[in-house]
């Protein structure tokens, strides 16, 4: 079985059935820049404790998958050069290498479930590039086969959001959207109609659905929650700039693993930092709602 190692306060919490939220560990190693990586990490911890639940960030080290990590291991994913993005593809590698390394939305799900955790809050997910089709994230697919809620802002506005949308349906993951009828676009709160498959008013309202989704144990569950609306940014905005930084990544020939953080850092220089500030905002307000969904979801 794997070497899943958890913090002891991650393990009391789930002995004694309390709220647990996983979180993601690339955005410290690949998210920000030091020290605001640092920051960030340790404001969505204590956003999550506030809200009465316990935090439960989730990387690879020496050989482990850690459940919780403490300031140490914090630091050094946040400081370390060469850290691992793992995806699923890699836990194996990374593992076997005893190497340091940073959980993507895909293997974090994989981890919050082999752990017993079930909810997890994150950014955005990723989902089908733009193109032929055939550059699909494995995020979709965890999804589709992991039973774990995911709270994030939809997807990131630099798919292909329509076939995204459209693989989740295909694939039986149900879509709520926390106060829209719409799938957000991420910087957005719209996304020009795609629609969610049940509106719900609450976390409360959103763990109903959770809940009995879940007792099938056959697929996570998305709940969207759009961007603040003090941080969002119009639609049609972020497509130009999405638009002048693929043009950008195709004249320098930027393909695979390196072309997500690079479209992500054009958008932050041709925006100015707005998309950073509405990326910084939406991790924070999802991390309170998984919180809010965690607690409304223990037993009794």
Not at 43 to 69: K, M
Not at 212 to 239: F, K
């Amino acid at each position: 079985m794997t070497a899943l190692v958890m913090a002891d306060e991650v393990a009391d919490a789930l002995r004694r059935g309390q709220p647990v939220v996983a979180l993601e560990s690339t955005v410290i190693a690949h998210g920000l820049p030091h020290p605001q990586n640092l920051a960030l990490a340790a404001r969505l911890e204590a956003l999550v404790r506030e809200e009465g639940a316990v935090p439960a960030t989730i990387a690879l080290a020496d050989g482990a998958v850690r459940i919780g990590i403490d300031a140490a291991l914090r630091e050094r994913l946040g400081t370390e050069r060469g850290v691992a993005k793992v995806s699923l593809r890699d836990v194996a590698l990374v593992l076997a290498d005893g190497t340091l390394g940073a959980t993507t939305v895909a293997t974090t799900l994989w981890a919050a479930e082999q752990a017993g955790i079930h909810v997890f809050a994150t950014g955005g997910i990723g989902g089908v590039h733009p193109g032929d089709g055939f550059d699909i994230s494995a995020d979709l697919p965890a999804l589709a086969s992991i039973p774990v809620c995911v709270v994030s802002s939809g997807a990131k506005a630099i798919l292909d959001l329509r076939r995204t949308r459209e693989w989740l349906e295909t694939w039986g993951v149900p879509v709520l959207g926390l106060g829209t009828a719409q799938f957000p676009a991420f910087y957005s709160r719209e996304s020009g109609g795609l629609a969610v498959d049940r509106k719900v008013a609450s976390p409360d309202d959103a763990a109903r659905y959770i809940k009995a989704h879940l007792r099938l144990g056959r697929s996570g569950v998305l709940l969207c929650n759009p961007v603040p609306t003090a941080s969002e940014i119009p639609h049609e905005r972020v497509s130009d700039w999405i638009h002048e930084a693929a043009q950008a990544a195709l004249s320098r020939d930027v393909q695979g693993h390196a072309l997500t953080p690079f479209l992500l850092a054009e958008l932050g220089r041709r925006s100015a930092g707005a998309t950073i500030r509405a990326n910084l905002a939406l991790l924070e307000d999802n991390a309170r709602v998984g919180a809010r969904v965690a607690r409304a979801l223990r037993p009794g």
